[in-house]
């Protein structure tokens, strides 16, 4: 047999290695706190559960849904607007996704040509990478340093690049590095993608994630920004509807109406009652919003203060799900250090340079696990030693 060669450029690296060592721990009856993959466990609200179960009471609704429904479409475009104060067009500036890593995936497909240049941040979501080189692209990683705040410089990319580059894509908050932007990079941002007419995909899934009473907004809510791009939402995080894998992508016209063509050949549409979960999550009462905001405030809290108590100093995020942090000083390698995690602690993180070169000195931590399973982690990294230079 033979494979496409596009494929030597995906390998199984440090999470296969991670999961068979997890494995191996818990059939030895050993325990472990996963704080690697970035899956919520914080359930939907109760409405959203219950719009869900009703609909998929319906033998009506197993047909396929080809399209997004007009409902569907329209409780999008008063979310936007109620929400992040973005007027929208529902029938031309609103495409579903099967999950923002499906839309992530697949739209380099419908706005480049192989051997385009793509900008990506570096360290960033691995997808933001791989979906690029699927469509054959050429990358070039815009660094996200800790002396900027993680945030991306626009003036440090080279005019030859800026000039060739057709599609940029940009987050935040950020995954992995946490961080916001202000205001004026987006403005920047904005005038950057005119002058060298670049396509901009901003991802805002953690938009609602966000502590210490700040608030965060929307890239399409800034002057000129549908001119140039689009944004990809999520419900997974906010609202707890990862598996439903309900994500949208908004904006531009133009880039909208080439996914919803691409789309059309690739898949039959979302699920009818997973349509329905998403109009009442996006409509009806938002305190499941807040509630949700404030447990990973919570846990946040716990694990930064946990582990600056044992002597691994850490900085509290501005906003996410996840921790990132430089590796403990006695340690050279973050894939080393995650290693010895989960062998001597029983904790398994992951390594920074999974995210990218820049990512190297650094790890993730996920806040995926109940407070108690938190404090666990905390006192069984302590006990191990493993901080002790």
């Known amino acids: 047999m033979q494979f496409a060669k596009r494929m030597n450029q995906f390998g199984e690296g440090i999470f296969t290695k991670l999961a068979e060592i997890k494995r191996k721990k818990l059939e030895k009856g050993e325990p472990v706190v996963d704080l690697s993959i970035g899956a919520p466990n914080i359930p939907p609200a109760d409405h959203i559960i219950e719009a869900l179960c009703t609909a998929a009471l319906d033998k009506n609704n197993y047909t396929y849904a080809i399209n997004d429904q007009n409902d569907l479409l329209e409780a999008v475009s008063y979310w936007y607007k109620k929400r992040y104060g973005v007027d929208l067009n529902p029938k031309t500036e609103v495409c579903s996704l099967l999950g923002s890593q499906e839309g992530l995936a697949h739209i380099s497909l419908s706005i480049i040509d192989e051997g385009d240049l793509v900008l990506v941040p570096d360290p ?53 590095t946490t961080a916001m932007a202000p205001d004026e990079f987006y403005v920047d941002l904005v005038a950057f993608a005119k002058k060298y007419d670049i396509i901009v995909l901003h991802d805002n899934a953690y938009s609602e994630l966000v502590f210490d009473g700040q608030q965060c907004g ?39 109406s080439r996914l919803k063509i691409l789309k059309s050949n690739m898949d039959y549409g979302m699920f009818l009652p997973i ?79 999974a995210f990218g070169p820049l990512g190297e000195g650094y790890v993730r931590m996920a806040l995926v696990q109940d407070e108690e399973e938190l404090r666990k982690a905390i006192k069984a990294v302590d006990e191990s030693g493993i901080l002790k230079v």
């Open 218 to 256: 929307s890239f399409l809510a800034f002057p000129g920004a549908k001119d140039v791009g689009i944004e990809f939402n999520s419900l997974s995080k906010t609202y707890g509807l990862a598996g439903a894998r309900i994500g949208f992508c908004i904006g531009n016209e133009e880039v909208v």
């Open 275 to 353: 349509q329905k979960a998403a109009i009442s999550a996006i409509t009806q009462n938002q305190d499941c919003v807040e509630e949700t905001r404030k447990a990973y405030e919570k846990r946040r809290d716990i694990l930064c203060n946990g582990f600056n108590e044992i002597g691994w100093n850490i900085q509290k995020p501005q906003g996410t799900m996840f921790v990132w942090s430089e590796i403990p000083t006695n340690y050279k390698k973050s894939e080393d250090f995650v290693i010895d995690m989960i062998e001597k602690a029983g904790v398994i993180i992951t390594p920074g340079s």
């Open 124 to 176: 960033c979501y691995p997808v933001f990478a791989d979906g690029p080189l699927l469509a054959g692209a050429k990358l070039y990683f815009m660094p996200q340093k800790k002396e900027n705040g993680y945030i991306i410089n626009l003036e440090d990319i080279p005019e030859y690049v800026a000039k060739e580059a057709k599609f940029m894509i940009v987050s935040y908050p950020n995954n992995p």
